[in-house]
């Protein structure tokens, strides 16, 4: 019989144990071995069983067994400690107080929206690379003492588990969670109720949800739950699945998200007694309605207009796009967008959000096409700071999106980048941590330093704990291999063999990741009887481990899967490649820790950062990766290897050409230093890459650098310019916002009339001094309401100005032809050089002068 539902009951501690119960409603303990240590020994077989997750743990446990803990000196030695560095680590001023200290002007909370999260796998919010990050980027925050909070979802069945049929495709199922079962508290009342957050939906229903918090060392993050009895069943269901479902489905969600999320911050704030957040980051644009929904709280409690709560909100919002391509980014149809905003009866007065008319919120996400609500335009327009994932990718979305910022170069678009990073105690195999602690003290780890001094461990000691590594990642593909193919409907009897799978001595290459398209899964496979020879080569062989889920949806990911399983299932080669099903965080820690080569083959460049590389480098495993996302900037000749990419040759041809570039350097370059040992079995030149990895690569890979990053180049001017236009009653925001009005209507009549420059001699040298008088038309605008620049470059046969250099010119007066501004340059480079004017708006209070979007040329 089939329970109708399922629910955790929770054991009694005693007395003496209860301090375990802190230390497991806090996932601090999930990047602390210490504690992780502590839970083991309260039974090491069920810690183990139960996927080392201590909330399951603890309900499991005899209660004669704790008893005896209770009275075990040893042990209650030992949950003293780690209770008191909890309590320590939640408490002492961090790298964030050390700034305030300072003086730096740091906002006093900063709220980071998400559609995933991954913090650990006894949660499981989450599907891929964005969510992890979500949860590496709230660890940092923790660690760094950052006031930050989390919002987000809690979804019923997370993301789908994966494995596989008989014929090596993908099933998924949806193991339904229980939150008694996980690592959350409830958001309640002073009375003990649940807080419920409800948002408008048509019909006149409200959709409700309560609010549990997952405690992320200092960070709370909340997380919204929409499966409660208030709701009807379909409301119920808003909540269900991570990326299943329709538009229709996944519209409610990010209306929850956004929305509801807002609404949630404002819960946990009220009852908690802290400020509200001053700066509101979305981590990608789902939760672009959070922006709709501050600016009706300002309209409603402010009396602030459209505008000016737009202008207002801008300044404190950051956003943070992950796509690099434009069948990436989440579009609606604007018919449901309208049908979820709009009054009961489709009228202009927004029902969701009282106070704006649907007119204007369907404009924050226009696009081109007039039939499509854009989540990316919807960031960028409620931004006033927004940033890609690393400098490739800035670059490709400044591109991407220019056409928001007509008459600017692409350089010029206000899209930033900052280069993702990932969470060392979370990541790092707690064999380096040790090493760092001992050379640079504890509490260090997270900084760059203890990953510099890592170049000062012994030759043959690092190449110890590679071994020992790679040996724990062989044991573990052989668990999770025999696993699988008992669910394939093998017998115990037919895997003798699993046993012999894998050599802990052979250059272990991994390969894990979603299995998109542009990922390239098969890439390897281009070319099977060279990879067969590669594998099977007597004195220098190669083993593989991929791993890897595709969206339920798509097929033809599915069926790349199907096609490294069945070449993986062929006897010959069975013991040196294998593709373990179900890739998530449990297992990808064994990758990262194991592998000594990290693979990574996309279609540059379409990888936004990737950070799966980076794990691995933190790790001492090399990067055999195409120059995509970091690996563009990060890679320096010596810390790994670069695939040639064929950027620009037809797809077939160039899988063709990379594929071959592949093999040739795992060959001639990979396999021979791996393979070359000095008298002692130490691959002398291969530990020396591995150093230089941990040295160079170990402080820039850094969660920790990443989310300094962001305090300091967007959070602190984003909390700067909050304050600046919500000062006085708005004063700001207010002449901000009829500012661009002002300029917007008077745009059409500004122009460049007439250009005239002086004072050059007949052969100039760089260096020369050019004179240049530009007379232009304002409308009604003054000259103190624009800037005037001279650019001078480059120019090429199509008259295109580029290596722009822009100097302003100064307003001297006004003749019959317009207003004049003069402006002197010393020629900056030599060769064909040409030179314009421009208008910009001019305003204090822009982050950018390319901001509105406007200018007026010649
Ligand atoms: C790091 C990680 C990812 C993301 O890796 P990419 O390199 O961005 O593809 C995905 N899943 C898991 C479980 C991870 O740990």
Redesign the pocket.
């Known amino acids: 019989m089939k329970a109708l539902r399922r629910f955790t009951v929770r054991t009694h501690l005693p007395e003496r144990l209860a301090a375990l119960g802190p230390l497991i409603a806090n996932l601090r303990w999930s990047w602390d071995p210490p504690t992780q240590d502590l839970f083991a020994s309260v039974d090491p077989e069920l810690w183990e069983r139960f996927g080392q997750d201590p909330v399951r743990l603890l309900g499991e446990v005899r209660p004669a067994r704790l008893d005896a803990l209770a009275e075990d000196g040893e042990f209650l030695a030992r949950l003293d400690a780690v209770a008191a560095d909890l309590d320590y680590y939640l408490s002492r001023p961090r790298w964030y107080q050390q700034q305030e200290e300072r003086g730096a002007a740091l906002p006093t909370g900063i709220a980071y929206f998400s559609m995933e999260f991954?913090v650990s796998e006894v949660l499981p919010n989450?599907?891929?690379?964005?969510?992890?990050?979500a949860g590496d980027h709230l660890k940092a925050a923790s660690d760094l003492g950052l006031p930050l909070i989390g919002v987000g979802l809690l979804y019923r069945s997370g993301y789908f588990r994966q494995s596989l049929s008989a014929d090596g495709w993908q099933t998924e199922h949806y193991p339904s969670y229980d939150p008694q079962g996980l690592p959350l508290k409830l958001l309640t009342e002073s009375d003990g109720t649940a807080a419920i957050i409800g948002v408008e939906v048509p019909g006149g229903r409200t959709l409700d949800a309560r609010v549990w918090i997952a405690q992320v060392g200092r960070v709370p993050l909340l997380l919204l739950d929409s499966d409660i009895v208030s709701n009807d069943e379909e409301l119920r269901g808003v909540t269900d699945r991570l990326y299943g479902g329709d538009q229709d489905h996944r519209i409610k969600q990010e209306i929850l998200a956004g929305i509801g999320g807002v609404r949630a911050v404002r819960a946990y704030t009220r009852i908690h007694g802290i400020p509200d957040p001053e700066v509101f980051h979305m981590n990608e644009g789902h939760a672009g309605f959070l922006g709709a929904e501050r600016i009706r709280e300002l309209v409603t409690t402010t009396g602030l207009d459209f505008d000016e709560a737009l202008t207002a909100v801008r300044a404190g919002t950051v956003f943070t796009t992950h796509t690099p391509v434009p069948a990436g980014i989440d579009r609606f149809p604007i018919e449901l967008v309208r049908h979820y905003f709009s009054g009961p009866n489709g009228e202009n007065d927004s029902a969701l959000l009282p106070g704006l008319t649907v007119d204007r919120i369907l404009a924050l996400g226009r696009e081109t096409d007039p039939t499509v609500f854009n989540m990316a335009h919807l960031g960028l327009r409620l931004g006033q700071r927004c940033n890609g994932v690393s400098q490739l990718h800035g670059k490709v979305s400044r591109g991407m999106f220019e056409g928001l910022w007509p008459g600017f170069d692409t350089a010029e678009v206000p899209i930033g980048s900052v280069t993702?990073g990932?969470h060392a105690p979370t990541?790092a195999a707690r064999e380096w941590i040790a090493f760092a602690n001992r050379l640079a003290g504890p509490d260090r780890v997270e900084e760059a330093r203890g990953w510099e001094l890592l170049q000062t461990v012994d030759g043959s000691d690092l190449w110890d704990t590679r071994n020992t590594l790679r040996a724990q990642l062989v044991a573990e593909v052989r668990r999770r291999l025999r696993r699988s193919w008992l669910e394939r409907g093998a017998t115990e009897a037919e895997l003798g063999w699993v046993d012999t799978v894998f050599d802990p001595d052979v250059l272990t290459v991994g390969f894990?990741?979603?299995v998109p398209t542009y990922?390239r899964l098969t890439l390897m496979l281009r070319d099977p009887h060279r990879l067969r020879r590669l594998l099977l080569d007597h004195d220098r062989p190669v083993q593989l481990v991929v791993a890897?889920k595709s969206h339920p949806a798509d097929d033809g990911g599915k069926a790349l899967i199907q096609q490294v399983v069945r070449f993986a299932d062929e006897h010959d080669v069975r013991h040196r490649i294998v593709f373990l099903p179900d890739?998530?965080?449990s297992?990808?820690?064994y990758l990262?820790w194991g592998c000594d080569v990290w693979l990574?083959n996309p279609l540059r460049p379409l990888?936004?950062?990737?950070?799966?590389?980076?794990?691995s480098a933190l790790n001492g495993g090399l990067n055999l990766s195409i120059r995509d996302?970091w690996w563009d900037e990060m890679f320096d000749g010596e810390n790994g290897w670069a695939i040639p990419t064929a950027d620009g040759v037809d797809d077939t041809r160039r899988d063709d050409l990379e594929a071959a570039a592949l093999y040739e350097l795992l060959e001639r370059s990979v396999l021979p230093r791996f393979y070359d040992r000095d008298s002692a079995g130490v691959p002398i030149r291969w530990i020396e890459m591995v150093r230089h990895t941990l040295e160079k690569l170990g402080p820039q890979v850094l969660a920790s650098r990443m989310v300094r990053d962001y305090a300091v180049d967007y959070y602190t001017p984003a909390a700067q310019a909050a304050r600046t236009v919500a000062d006085d009653d708005y004063a700001g925001a207010k002449a901000l916002a009829e500012y661009r009005h002002r300029v917007e209507a008077a745009w059409p009549a500004v122009r460049v009339a007439q250009v005239d420059s002086d004072g050059l001699p007949e052969f100039p040298e760089i260096g020369a001094q050019l004179t240049l008088t530009a007379h232009v038309h304002l409308g009604d605008l003054a000259p103190s309401d624009v800037q005037v620049q001279a650019l001078i470059g480059r120019v090429g046969q199509d008259e295109i100005l580029s290596a722009t250099v822009a100097v302003p010119m100064q307003h001297t007066g006004a003749d019959a032809l317009g207003e004049v501004f003069t402006g002197d340059i010393a020629l900056p480079l030599a060769g064909a050089v040409g030179y314009t004017v421009r208008v910009l708006p001019q305003h204090d209070l822009m982050a950018s002068p390319a901001e509105f979007g406007i200018v007026a040329l010649p």
Do not use: H, P
Request: glycine share 22%; hydrophobic share 30%.
């Open positions: 991954g989450y599907s891929g690379g964005l969510g992890i990050l993702n990932v990541w894990a990741r979603r990922k890897g890739y998530d965080m297992m990808a820690r990262y990574n990888e936004a950062c990737g950070t799966s590389g980076m794990k996302g």
